[in-house]
């Protein structure tokens, strides 16, 4: 006898929530050839970033007989590049396709980073460098941006959170080699082979774009025109925005960390804990990718957010009161915990709030909040070091991450709580459903 009409009626849903039942399980299948490209790209590009970042303002003063400032001009003109690059990175991505606009800004990389050869032996070139390095952190900003959101693309949404940590390792793996290569680069054999190091990681990256295949979701003519007049509204997603400003704050608290570590370690005798904080960092972060993502699928982003928060929060408490640099390595290892986790959980939520034809600019939103963080961060925090100390600055900046859990929690905290109950009372359904005769 066929089923009747209201039979008929249970079945789809019934069958739509067996289907949510086994993608939550997370069986899907991560890894993939053009996954593993993409992470292999874009460990290239954090690590001629990462190479050249940490020696650059040196570079400056050295080479060319740069004033402090100029010099730091000289490291930060990268970020500003790539800042400016973010607003219309995601915006190409969509529009062009996420591998053509790969390719053509990682052809711009591999020039920039040719390019520092004969601005070195040049000795009065220092505008020179300064318009080179805006240029390659442009190149920077729109590559990363294509690479990151051909990966989303790539990885299962049951898997989101746990793909987006590993992928996200590569950048974590360019932050320990990069800086520690260039240190021995530099004082071995000069600053020519620190330019070639670059050009040849450059390449292997151009190298692995090549052979990478992504998914392109073809755009409709309506979105189509709408993107090709750059409105606005189009360069950061409106709905990433607010998570994405959960993003900025903490971003200017970690720069605390990047601009002025240094400083507070040199000033307090602690400058063998500043030398092994980034290590701890790293180590943590590693082991902390390995399952963050996991539980973040499986139990929603809440539990995740809310524990690096207060990972961050405690590290940044640590460092203000560190004595020693036994206890300087403890505050690294909870802010890798804590900030470093945060990166790539919030990087996931953003991919989850938009239809993968706009995830180049979901993307970009994320990561411009992030970059203008870090940029702007050193800006008011010297303002502030005007009144306060070293310590007392972590100390201000350990409230202002807990704070920051506020403003998660009205920007999305409380939809992933409401959107975790549906869902369970949804699965719980199932049963009761299947059980009723046909």
């Not at 069986?27 to 970033?49: G, I």
């Not at 925005?241 to 990047?258: D, E, I």
Request: proline share 3%; glycine share 8%.
């Amino acid at each position: 006898m066929a089923p009747s009409s209201e039979a008929r009626g249970l079945a789809i849903p019934l069958e739509e929530r067996l289907r949510t039942v086994t993608r939550a399980s997370g069986k899907e299948r991560l890894w993939t050839r053009d996954l593993v490209l993409a992470s292999l790209a874009n460990f290239f590009l954090a690590f001629v970033f990462y190479l050249l970042m940490t020696t650059m303002a040196l570079y400056a003063i050295e080479r060319f007989g740069a004033s402090d400032t100029a010099g730091g001009l000289a490291s930060s003109m990268f970020v500003l590049g790539s800042v400016i690059a973010r607003l219309f990175a995601g915006n190409l991505s969509d529009l062009l396709g996420r591998r053509r606009i790969l390719l053509i800004a990682l052809v711009v990389f591999v020039v920039a980073s040719v390019s520092y050869l004969p601005v070195n032996s040049m000795t009065d070139s220092l505008g020179l460098l300064l318009v080179v390095r805006a240029i390659h952190g442009m190149a920077f900003g729109v590559a990363s941006t294509a690479a990151m959101a051909i990966a989303q693309s790539l990885i299962p949404h049951s898997r989101r959170a746990e793909g987006t940590g590993y992928f996200t390792l590569s950048t974590t793996l360019a932050t320990a080699i990069g800086p520690a290569l260039a240190v021995v680069l530099v004082h071995q054999s000069g600053y020519t082979a620190l330019f070639v190091a670059g050009i040849v990681a450059s390449a292997l990256g151009m190298v692995t774009a090549l052979l990478l295949h992504a998914p392109e979701k073809p755009l409709d003519a309506e979105h189509r025109a709408r993107l090709r007049k750059f409105h606005p509204r189009d360069m950061l997603h409106v709905d990433v925005v607010p998570v994405a400003t959960t993003m900025f704050v903490l971003a200017v608290c970690y720069s605390g960390v990047l601009t002025f570590l240094d400083s507070f370690a040199d000033e307090r005798g602690m400058q063998t804990g500043a030398s092994l904080f980034f290590i701890a960092y790293a180590v943590v972060l590693f082991l902390a990718r390995l399952v963050a993502g996991k539980i973040q699928d499986r139990r929603g982003d809440n539990i995740v957010v809310y524990t690096a928060i207060a990972a961050f929060a405690v590290g940044m408490l640590v460092l203000g009161l560190a004595t020693s640099s036994f206890v300087v390595v403890v505050a690294g290892a909870f802010i890798g915990l804590g900030w470093g986790t945060l990166m790539s959980a919030l990087q996931s939520v953003a991919a989850g709030l938009v239809p993968m034809q706009r995830m180049g600019v979901a993307i970009s939103t994320h990561f411009f909040m992030l970059d203008l963080g870090i940029g702007l961060g050193p800006v008011a925090l010297g303002a502030l070091l005007n009144q306060l100390d070293f310590d007392q600055m972590y100390l201000v900046l350990a409230g202002v991450v807990v704070l920051s859990a506020v403003l998660y929690h009205l920007v999305h905290g409380r939809v992933d709580t409401a959107r975790r109950r549906t869902a369970a009372q949804a699965v719980e359904a199932v049963p009761a459903q299947a059980a009723q005769p046909v």
